[in-house]
């Protein structure tokens, strides 16, 4: 990773910032949700309070049964279509039935749904109706109650025969309509709302389930009322909706509407913010869908919580863009037990008009820090990337002036870090470049240290030997010493020269001028230049069937293969064979010439292309000693070419490979 991207991660760290401004804004904006909270809840509280002092007409603590208005005209015939605007707000009855009530200005009607797959049938007036399928209908006024029993043998119109003895306002005949599919039966009837009655009671028997034929528990009757409402209206806050429910949710005074306060068009929030507001602030605003429906139960978990006697808050999206609706429900509690829950409804524009109006300065602000930060951190990057570039331009200067300095390093006169590294730099490539010249002129001083006495101890033989033999007086044993001195004299001859022309051919590889060649013409016109001198040996060549261009000295990579080739022969046996290879490989070209022979020794593959190695066998007295330059030469070329030399021993131990790697010389700069 470049050091302006690693600068620019370290400006990404002030984003650190905003995520804190936001967590702040976010807590801010809680605690102002949470104070209206309380204050809304302490609302609730004392208008709950003051219905109870009032003596209010709240609905009696415990389970009720819930009448709802008619919606549209009842025809008692039992079924249930002209219930159906009311069928989503029915009421259980046991496990298996359900309970619909309504009411309009003279009637109370009633339609049950009982499911039931199996069912054994009398009629109420059968003395064995008591063990048949039927209901139980309890009508109760005051402290006065009376039962019937509603049983059918057949679909139609029924009569329900009364169980407890006449009681004074209570019917003494109810007509109804009994209905039957094949997995429920149907039960509708209506009662005058003359009667007053006060509860109703009503179980199902199943004789497969067996119980008491005649039991029956009532419940309070209970609907909206206007009466509660007025009550509710006169506590009632401006710009607040409240509700009355009870126990299970059911509606049974409202009054007030939601007021969304105005604001100004400059304040009015846009789409953007008020999803800004919802995603990134307010995470806990519920869905508005299940209170804006005027639906006779609010089944929430909110109203839930205050029936079970504990006050419930909940912030929930409003009707108006950009608007929340705090919702604050608590128990109306008399003698100790909830009677009902009192549900306050308040809309509020403020807090997410604080909040977007925090959170937009915070991220101004921010974005604008942000910025100079980034900008101050990029060009500071940028200066010290372009120093650190002088210095990686002057350094390979160096290194391509064979380690000597080529003119005076780069800010070495800054008070800098950067300019004690040029310093340093300078001071090493000083050090350096002064012992690289030491070592490229010592083969050369060597050699010209060692001609003289070489000259003298040559000489001194050859003046040793002539007078021996003008005296006739050389000793038959002396004459093998005086050979192995003369060897000993040849072949120290023979290192010096040796080191006297790796100093020159170093010089040459590294004066060498680079051009565009193929590859593919070199190696090709190299092989047929060897095949005169493979002799009785197969030379074979695997080049690619298009140019290989590299940017590289021709001649250089001439010679290393003629050093490859004539070591190759040497170790390939009559009747062997040889096999040069060319093939592109990344971005360069790699030649590996391989032969049949012996395998390479394990600890002499590291060394191979070192200067002064070989492993030819040891010349005899008077051969020309071997002096393992040509490997060497090879390394130098490969190395000039920014590539390395390689020897290794073929997989099926039938001989050995050199191979060549090349990745072309470096273009001057102009």
């Known amino acids: 990773m470049t050091l302006r991207r690693k600068l620019l991660l370290v400006a990404l760290c002030t984003l650190a910032l905003p995520v804190a401004g936001w967590l702040y804004v976010r807590q801010m904006e809680t605690l102002l949700r949470e104070g209206q909270a309380q204050a809304l809840t302490a609302s609730a509280r004392a208008m709950a309070r003051s219905l109870v002092v009032t003596d209010a007409p709240l609905p009696p603590a415990g389970p009720v049964w819930y009448v709802q208005e008619a919606a549209n005209p009842i025809t008692i015939d039992g079924y249930g279509d002209d219930w159906a605007p009311l069928t989503p707000w029915s009421q259980a009855l046991d496990k298996r039935g359900k309970l619909l009530l309504a009411e309009d200005a003279d009637w109370l009607y009633l339609y049950v749904d009982v499911r039931s797959p199996q069912r054994t049938r009398a009629d109420a007036g059968d003395p064995n109706a008591l063990n048949a399928d039927h209901l139980v209908l309890s009508l109760g006024k005051g402290a006065q109650l009376r039962r019937y029993l509603l049983a059918s043998a057949a679909p139609g119109p029924v009569a329900a025969r009364p169980l407890d ?115 990134l602030l307010a995470d806990q605003v519920g869905d508005a869908e299940p209170w804006m429906q005027d639906v006779p139960r609010l089944d929430v978990a909110e109203v839930r919580e205050a029936a079970d006697g504990k006050p419930a808050t909940l912030w929930r999206q409003g009707e108006a863009r950009g608007s929340v609706v705090l919702a604050a429900a608590v128990p109306i509690e008399r003698d100790g037990q909830v009677h009902g829950v009192l549900l306050l409804e308040q809309a509020s524009r403020a807090v997410p008009l604080l909040a977007n109006r925090a959170l937009l300065g915070l991220l101004l602000t921010s974005f604008g820090v942000l910025l100079v930060a980034g900008a101050i951190l990029l060009i500071f990057a940028t200066r010290l990337s372009l120093r650190l570039g002088r210095l990686r331009d002057a350094a390979e200067r160096a290194q391509l002036n064979d380690g000597r300095l080529d003119g005076p390093f780069p800010m070495t006169s800054a008070d800098d870090e950067i300019g004690d590294l040029a310093r340093s730099f300078e001071r090493l490539f000083e050090v350096v470049g002064g012992y690289t010249d030491y070592l490229r002129t010592l083969a050369s001083k060597l050699s010209h240290e060692l001609n003289t006495p070489l000259a003298i101890v040559k000489s001194s033989l050859d003046n040793l030997e002539h007078a021996l033999q003008a005296q006739h ?54 092989t047929e230049a060897y095949r005169p001198l493979a002799g009785t040996r197969r030379l074979e060549s695997v080049l690619p069937p298009s140019p290989l261009y590299l940017h590289c000295a021709p001649e250089l990579i001439a010679q290393a293969l003629d050093k490859l080739f004539d070591n190759a022969l040497s170790f390939t046996p009559d009747g062997g064979w040889l096999r040069l290879t060319l093939r592109a490989v990344g971005d360069g070209a790699e030649i590996e010439l391989a032969n049949q022979g012996q395998p390479l020794p394990a600890a002499m593959q590291g060394r191979l292309f070192d200067s002064l190695v070989s492993l030819r066998d040891k010349a005899t007295p008077g051969d020309a000693p071997h002096l393992g330059l040509g490997l060497y030469v090879v390394r130098l070329v490969a190395e000039r070419h920014g590539g390395v030399a390689m020897a290794r021993n073929l997989e099926d131990g039938s001989g050995v490979a050199f191979t060549l790697q090349l990745h072309g010389m470096p273009r001057q700069r102009l």
């Open 165 to 279: 003895p006449p009681v004074d306002g209570l019917p003494t005949q109810i007509n109804a309509q009994w209905q039957e599919d094949g997995s429920s039966y149907h039960v509708e009837l209506r009662l005058p709302r003359s009667l007053g009655l006060d509860a109703l009671g009503l179980a199902i028997y199943d004789p497969a389930t067996g119980g008491d034929p005649q039991a029956v528990q009532s419940r309070p009757l209970v609907t909206y009322s206007p009466v509660l409402s007025k009550e509710l209206e006169q506590l009632a806050l401006d710009g607040v909706q409240a509700r009355v429910l009870a126990p299970q949710g059911w509606l049974l005074a409202r009054t007030g509407h939601l007021v969304t306060p105005a604001a100004a068009s400059a304040d009015q929030p846009g789409w953007f913010a008020a999803q800004v507001y919802r995603s």
């Open 473 to 526: 007086a050389m000793p038959p044993d002396a004459q093998p010493y005086l050979l192995r001195a003369r060897d000993g004299v040849a072949r120290l001859g023979a290192l010096v020269r040796a080191m006297s022309e790796a100093s020159r051919m170093e010089r040459a590889i590294a004066a060498a001028e680079p051009e565009d060649v193929d590859l593919v013409e070199v190696v090709r016109g190299c």
